[in-house]
């Protein structure tokens, strides 16, 4: 049966660039506009998605010239969507000017002073949470109400108004489970995002979580565990991906550990699930009662094994209890996967250096990148201190802020090391985003992947290890590359002929 939707909210990250970053993955997500269509379809009006998966510009013209109530459009923007975002805007506008439209999501939400530069024709700008201000807009829209303004609400008219404000939901509790559209009951993804909580109790300096996102709020865990049911029943998930930036908070954490073992025996609803957890969470009893309620893997931001770096990222974590924590997940048989940012303005060799002799000892996390630069968004901490002293925002580099090494050698061995792994091939990808696809954790030869996936990443930062003590002396990338080749290229044709192997028997 044809919606009369009133209101279309899209997420225009192609699944070509969402799916290209992880080709093994297949996840349901786009939970911010599903949280809002299911808000305001509660509060009556007509709403629909479509979703990232779906979403192309002729989809969208398609679904407008059949469904002739839409009278506003919500734009969810990543920055890796921004350009397209930006193009369907105004083509939408051209072709059907009476509509409204308003962005919101991660970029609108810290980027709002780039959007309002753009000669794109949007009329609003929504910060942080979208559900209650997205209510009340769309309800003034559909009334016929002209350049609006609310709290929450930046207009292009007006754009000095409103700008710092948001509309944070205080009880997350009370919104309805996230909507679901025609075109997602014929998905077979398996793998289904869901928000346990949102916000977060850390303060890391380079975040915009704590910078835009509100304190930390939770859903009762019994209303989790429905959601999980209700997807595995209506939808046949098979595994759950939580978004919460952390799990778990800074208190009564051990206790809803504790809950999610109870609640998932007594619902009898186990489904395999990966989580994200900040190290001082990490305790024998919180992983062997998540792991009751079905845990397999967590990702861990560790940002680095430097104290210096952790340091200015305010991460309060020492390096001892990043460890441990890693420790402790082995000895319970969690898989780990651990992000890192070691590239950052004042980075030293040292830094570099301190992190590869701990990950090539280190058997049991796999590293997502060892080249990840530091990104920060206006607004956020450090993003804040890099403007003051003279950064600018780079449009062209996902609004990351310009800047320079203090040490140039440290520039050129990102560069190198960078080089040198597109050089093998674009395995690092590979293997080490096998680690998060559940067909893969599912798979009877995926302890023997994970070793692979360990002996390559360790490779990798002995490699990083190799190229800061060769900058010391040699300026010239072909002479470091040489000798690299010389030194590891067989143990990784070695390792990625292996892994192959495996991948293409799963
Ligand atoms: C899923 C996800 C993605 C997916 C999104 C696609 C999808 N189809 O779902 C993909 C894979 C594309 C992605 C990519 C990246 N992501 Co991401 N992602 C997430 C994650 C885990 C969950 C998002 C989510 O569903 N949240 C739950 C919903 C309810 O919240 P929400 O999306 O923010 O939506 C609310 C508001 O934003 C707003 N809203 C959203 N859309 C709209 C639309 C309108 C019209 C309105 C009014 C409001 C609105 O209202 C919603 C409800 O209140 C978040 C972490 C998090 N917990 O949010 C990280 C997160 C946003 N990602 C992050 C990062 C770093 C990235 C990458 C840069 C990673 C990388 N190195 O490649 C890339 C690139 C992103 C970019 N620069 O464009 C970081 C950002 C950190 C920072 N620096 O501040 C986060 C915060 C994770 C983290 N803690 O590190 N990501
Ligand atoms: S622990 Fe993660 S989500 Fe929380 S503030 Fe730090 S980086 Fe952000």
Redesign the pocket.
């Known amino acids: 049966m044809m919606k009369n939707t009133e209101v279309l909210?899209v997420?225009a990250?192609h699944k070509d660039l969402?799916f290209s970053?992880a080709p093994r993955r297949r996840a349901l997500?786009?939970?911010?506009?599903r949280?809002?269509a299911a808000y305001l379809n509660k509060n009556g009006v007509q709403t629909d998605i479509l979703p990232?998966y779906t979403y192309t510009t002729e989809a969208l013209f398609n679904y407008l010239q059949s469904h002739s109530r839409v009278k506003a459009i919500?734009?969810?923007m990543?920055?890796?969507?921004a350009e397209k975002s930006l193009c369907d805007v105004k083509a939408v506008k051209e072709r059907f000017p009476q509509i409204k439209i308003?962005?919101?999501?991660?970029l609108p939400?810290f980027g709002w002073r780039f959007l309002l530069d753009t000669d794109c024709p949007f009329d609003y700008i929504?910060r942080?949470?979208?559900?209650i201000a997205?209510l009340i807009l769309c309800k003034k829209i559909i009334a016929g109400e002209e350049d609006i303004a609310m709290d929450g609400l930046i207009s292009k008219s007006d754009p000095e108004t409103h700008r710092d404000s948001f509309c944070p939901?205080a009880d997350i509790e009370t919104l309805p489970f996230p909507y679901f559209c025609e075109g997602d009951k014929v998905q077979k993804v398996g793998e289904y995002?869901v928000?346990a909580s949102r916000g977060c109790y850390g303060r890391c300096t380079?975040?915009?979580?704590p910078a835009f996102n509100s304190c930390r709020r939770e859903r009762s865990v019994q209303s989790v565990a429905a959601e999980v049911k209700y997807l595995e029943t209506n939808f046949g998930a098979s595994f759950i991906d939580f978004?919460?930036?952390s799990f778990l908070g800074a208190t009564q954490w051990e206790e809803r550990a504790a809950e999610f073992a109870v609640i998932s025996e007594q619902m009898d609803e186990r489904l395999p699930y990966r989580i994200s957890l900040r190290a001082n969470n990490i305790t024998d009893s919180v992983l062997a009662n998540l792991k009751i309620a079905g845990l397999k893997a967590v990702q861990l931001g560790v940002e680095s094994f430097s104290p210096r770096q952790l340091k200015l990222y305010n991460k309060g974590v020492t390096v001892e209890r990043a460890l441990e924590a890693i420790r402790t997940l082995e000895k319970n048989e969690v898989y780990v996967q651990c992000g890192l940012i070691l590239f950052e303005p004042t980075t030293t060799l040292e830094d570099l250096i301190a992190n590869a002799h701990i990950l090539m000892d280190e058997s049991w996390a796999v590293v997502k990148s060892n080249s990840q630069i530091l990104?920060?968004?206006e607004g956020t901490a450090l993003g804040e201190r890099l403007k003051a002293t003279g950064g600018e925002l780079l449009v062209d580099g996902?609004l990351n802020y310009r800047w320079t090494y203090r040490d140039e050698r440290v520039g050129l061995v990102r560069r190198v090391v960078i080089e040198f792994e597109k050089g093998l091939g674009g395995y690092s990808d590979i293997l080490v985003d096998a680690i998060t696809p559940p067909s893969l954790l599912a798979a009877k030869d995926y302890k023997e992947l994970r070793r692979l996936q360990n002996l390559y990443q360790r490779l990798s930062f002995a490699v990083l290890d190799a190229v800061c003590k060769a900058v010391v002396t040699e300026d010239r990338p072909e002479a470091i590359h040489a000798t690299l080749k010389r030194n590891f290229g067989r143990q990784f044709a070695e390792i990625i002929a292996e892994a192959n192997q495996i991948l293409e028997r799963n």
């Open positions: 909210l997420s990250i969402f970053q997500g786009d939970l911010g506009i949280y809002i990232s919500g734009f969810s990543h920055t890796i969507s308003w962005l919101g999501g991660f939400t929504m942080g949470d979208g559900e997205s939901v995002m928000s380079f975040c915009s979580i978004v919460d930036d990104f920060c968004a996902y």
